[in-house]
Nanobody, 118 residues
Framework: VQLQASGGGLVQAGGSLRLSCAVS????????IYWYRQPPGKPRDMVAF???????DYADSVKGRFTISRDNAKNTVFLQMNSLKPEDTGVYYC?????????????WGQGTQVTVSS
C-alpha cells in the first residue's frame, strides 16, 4: 500500500470527522504528505500538507478548523476536521510526490467521500 485514505462519511454541519492516510514507509519518512479535496463538478484543490519535520500549512478556507498531523510510528497522516460546513463536501485524497534524481513520481490515495449536510 503506497497511500490509502479512509475515514470519510456523512456528517451534519458543525460536526467533525477524522481522515486517515496510511503511507508506505519509504514515502512517509522523506516526503511531504498532502490532503486534497475535489468538490462535485470542481477541480481538486490542496487542503493541507505536512513535512517530515512536522511543518504544516493549510488552505485559507480551512484554517482554524482543520488540523493535519502525522504518527511516525504508524506511518499515518491524519486530517482532523472540525466545524464542518456543507462546502467542505467532496472526495478527499492524500498525495505525495517523490523525486529521485531526474525522476518524479506522484502517488495518490484512492479518495474518501466526505458529505456535510446543512
Amino acid at each position: 500500500v503506497q497511500l490509502q485514505a479512509s475515514g470519510g462519511g456523512l456528517v451534519q454541519a458543525g460536526g467533525s470527522l477524522r481522515l486517515s492516510c496510511a503511507v508506505s514507509r519509504d514515502i512517509f519518512s522523506s516526503n511531504d504528505i498532502y490532503w486534497y479535496r475535489q468538490p462535485p463538478g470542481k477541480p481538486r484543490d490542496m487542503v493541507a500538507f505536512i513535512t517530515p519535520g512536522g511543518y504544516t500549512d493549510y488552505a485559507d478556507s480551512v484554517k482554524g478548523r482543520f488540523t493535519i498531523s502525522r504518527d511516525n510510528a504508524k506511518n499515518t497522516v491524519f486530517l482532523q476536521m472540525n466545524s464542518l460546513k456543507p462546502e467542505d463536501t467532496g472526495v478527499y485524497y492524500c498525495y505525495a510526490r517523490r523525486s529521485s534524481g531526474a525522476t518524479t513520481t506522484d502517488y495518490w490515495g484512492q479518495g474518501t467521500q466526505v458529505t456535510v449536510s446543512s
